[in-house]
C-alpha cells in the first residue's frame, strides 16, 4: 500500500555519541606477568625485612619484649603486637586495593571520535587510547590510568591514588610509631663490652636492625614532606 505523501511523518532523531564502561577483559601478556612477579616481590620483601628486623630486637634475652613475655606482662606484649599487626593490616590493604584504576572505555554509536572525546573530556591518555577524567593520570609502571593518582609506589607494588591513599598515609603513620618504638628496643637490648669482637658478637644482629630501622625512618618520614 502506497503511503500519502502529505502525511507527516516522525522525524528520525540523530544519536549522539554515547560511552559505555565495562571492565578490562584482556589476555594477561608477559609485561603483565612481570609486574604482577614485582608486586609480589615487593610485597614479600616488605614481610621478611619486617619480621627479620621484629626478630632481632624481640627474640633476644635481653630484649624488653622477651623480658616481658617471660614475666607475664601481658599489657606491654598486646601493645606491641598491635603496634606490629596495625601497620602491616594498613600496608597489605593499600597494596591490594585498587588505588582507583579507570575502566576501559567502549565506544559505541560514535560516528566521529573527535566529537565523541571533545563531548566527555579534554584529557586524552595515548597510551591507553581514551578519555581520561580530571585530576587522573597514567601509571606506566601499571599501564594504567588512576583517580588522583600520587605517585606508584615500589615498595606496596601498586599505586597510589583516589582509593588507597588514606590507608597508605594511615600504613605511613603506624609504621612511624613501629620504627621508633623497635629502634628503642634495639638500643634497650644492646649490651656493653669492654672487647670489640664481643661487643660485636652480642649486638651485631641488632646493628644490623638498627641501621635497616634508621633507613626506614628516614625513608617513611620523607614521605610526609
Avoid at 627479620?52 to 598486646?78: H, K, M, R
Avoid at 593499600?94 to 560514535?110: F, K, W
Avoid at 599505586?159 to 598515609?169: A, D, M, Q, S, T
Wanted: charged share 20%; net charge neutral.
Amino acid at each position: 500500500k502506497e503511503m500519502d505523501p502529505f502525511v507527516e511523518r516522525p522525524e528520525k532523531q540523530e544519536q549522539q555519541p554515547t560511552l559505555q564502561l565495562v571492565l578490562e577483559e584482556r589476555s594477561e601478556t608477559q609485561d603483565d606477568r612481570k609486574r604482577r612477579y614485582i608486586r609480589i616481590a615487593a610485597r614479600c620483601g616488605h614481610t621478611f625485612l619486617s619480621l627479620f628486623v621484629l626478630a632481632g630486637v624481640c627474640f633476644n634475652s635481653n630484649s624488653p619484649i622477651y623480658q616481658a613475655v617471660e614475666s607475664e606482662d601481658n599489657l606491654t606484649v598486646i601493645v606491641f603486637v598491635a603496634m606490629v599487626v596495625v601497620p602491616f593490616t594498613f600496608y597489605y590493604v593499600a597494596s591490594l586495593l585498587n588505588p582507583g584504576y579507570v575502566p576501559i572505555v567502549a565506544e559505541e554509536m560514535a560516528a566521529d571520535r573527535a566529537t565523541l572525546l571533545k563531548s566527555t573530556s579534554n584529557y586524552y591518555c595515548r597510551w591507553c587510547d581514551q578519555a581520561q577524567p580530571m585530576r587522573s593520570k597514567h601509571c606506566r609502571e601499571c599501564n594504567r590510568c588512576v583517580r588522583r593518582f600520587d605517585h606508584h609506589c615500589p615498595w606496596l607494588g601498586n599505586c597510589v591514588g583516589e582509593r588507597n591513599h588514606r590507608y597508605f598515609v594511615l600504613f605511613l603513620f603506624f609504621e612511624d610509631l613501629l620504627i621508633f618504638r623497635c629502634i628503642g628496643l634495639a638500643w634497650d637490648t644492646s649490651r656493653s663490652s669492654g672487647e670489640a669482637l664481643q661487643w660485636i658478637q652480642f649486638n651485631g644482629i641488632l646493628v644490623i636492625c638498627a641501621i635497616v630501622l634508621v633507613i626506614g625512618a628516614l625513608a617513611v618520614s620523607a614521605l610526609f614532606c
